[in-house]
Each structure stands twice: as C-alpha cells, then as structure tokens.
C-alpha cells in the first residue's frame, strides 16, 4: 500500500473526524449521518488496494479541520479529543499484537456484513452490534476511553451505541494510518507538513 504524506494526513483526518463525531454526540446529541456511514463502513473495508477505497477525501472536511486544531499552533486544541486519539492509537497497537483479538474482530465483523443485506450501516440493530464490538474485542485490550459530556445525551442507548460504533471506527482509521507508515513520533516532528496537507484538502 502506498507509503505518502496525503494518504497518512487522510488517514489521521478520518480519524480524527470519528473522534470529533463523539465528541458532537457525547456533549450535544448530534450527528451527521453521512460522516458516520463512511467512518463505519471503513471498518468493513478490511483489504484494500489503496486508501482512497476505504475513505472518500471529500467528505472528511470535519476531519482535516479537527487534525489542524489538534496538531497545529495549540491555540484550538481540545484535550478531550487529545485524548480519546491517545487512547484509540493505543489501543490499535494492542489489538495489531494480539492475534486471538484480530480473529474474533474478522469473525464479528462478518457477521455485521451479513447483517448489512437486509439493514442500512446506521440501522440501530447494526450499531448496537458494531458497539457490542468494541465493548467485547477492543475495549478490554487496554485502559477504557472515558468520553465525557452531557449525561442526558451519554444515558440514551442509542448514542451509546453510536459512540461505541464510532471508536470502533477510530481504530480502524488508526490501522489504516499505521499501514501507511504513520507514527507517533511524526505527530511531533511532521507535524507542519502534515497541518499544511491538510489545509490544502479542506473544501
């Protein structure tokens, strides 16, 4: 799989963008139905050819705006998406070691294909089962990312639901990175090649 900076920064702002859509979920009830389709049908985009089958430049526009704030000058950083990138990429290291998680993963998220005949990828049957994913395979391989927000928004079910479906979606951006020879070191020295990709690619 091809190895550039603009499939990497890609890669960071689909992350980012699933992240953000927590947050806008966590601390409002929001949520843009689209971006949430694209960021949980990546996790069903196992063996691409190249990045672009698994994400679509255009619509991460929330993405590559969250990655500037996060990594740019710091003067719009927000330490609650820090944290939760923190932790999804910790996570997605735990889960790249350990080899009975990543069956159990291919095994659980054969079955949502299945589902995915008969219901949209934001039906809440099929949430409810992408979030049962991450509570069962990726929540358990390391320290549990605790979002924060309105506690009327975090006790509705369904937004737990798309919260866990969400992060899961997160990991899968963050393997996508890593294929593509990201690491966390290039958040600190690459990070103003990385801003001024990103910058070039929001609409």
Known sequence: ?????????????????????????????????????????????????????????ERLNAGYRTLVDQIGDGNRKDVDLTRYIVGIMALERKLAKNQAALSMLSE???????????FEITDPQVLANL????????????????????????????????IRALLLGAIRAAVLWRQLGGKRRQLMFARSAMVKTAMQAIK
């Open 1 to 57: 799989m091809q190895d550039n900076l603009q499939a990497r920064t890609m890669a960071f702002a689909a992350l980012s963008q699933a992240i953000w859509q927590v947050q806008q979920l966590s601390r409002y009830g929001r949520v843009d139905e689209d971006a949430m389709a694209m960021s949980l049908n990546a996790i069903l985009i196992t063996d691409p050819d190249n990045p672009e089958e698994v994400y679509d430049r």
């Open 108 to 118: 659980r998220l054969s079955q949502v294909k299945r589902q995915l005949h008969h």
């Open 131 to 162: 979030s049962s994913i991450y509570s069962d395979v990726i929540s358990p391989l390391g320290a549990k990312i605790q979002v924060v927000g309105n506690p009327e928004q975090l006790q509705q079910t369904v937004n737990q639901n798309r």
